[in-house]
Nanobody
Framework: QVQLVESGGGLVQPGGSLRLSCAAS????????IGWFRQAPGKEREGVLC????????YYAESVKGRFTISRDKSKNTIDLQMNSLKPEDSAVYYC????????????????WGQGTQVTVSS
């Protein structure tokens, strides 16, 4: 059974940093693209960025360029999302999701989803 579990969310002040992690069981992430998505209250779930199985990175949200990075830890079978210079508008529940090989913009192309982790940016 495939399971994705996000961790690392929390409350942080504007300008601060958080590192989210997506841990997988039941599959080896080496062969999958992993996308990070977020959903704020009253808004649709939106893509943030994605890393393909070949480690090509796609930014879905222009607003996070230069602030967020994604990396793969093959030894731990995890994907990390490093978020720097956080802004209040980054507050949302963050989800990781996976699909074979390549990143896709359409979230419905992603097969497995985690349960999400809350990120709140506030002073």
């Amino acid at each position: 059974q495939v399971q994705l579990v996000e961790s690392g969310g929390g409350l942080v002040q504007p300008g601060g940093s958080l590192r989210l992690s997506c841990a997988a069981s039941g599959l080896t992430l080496d062969y999958y693209a992993i996308g990070w998505f977020r959903q704020a209250p009253g808004k649709e779930r939106e893509g943030v960025l994605c890393i393909s199985s070949r480690d090509a990175i796609t930014y879905y949200a222009e607003s996070v360029k230069g602030r967020f990075t994604i990396s793969r830890d093959k030894s731990k079978n995890t994907i990390d999302l490093q978020m720097n210079s956080l802004k209040p508008e980054d507050s949302a529940v963050y989800y990781c999701a996976t699909r074979p090989t390549f990143c896709r913009l359409d979230k419905t192309d992603f097969i497995y989803w985690g349960q999400g982790t809350q990120v709140t940016v506030s002073s």
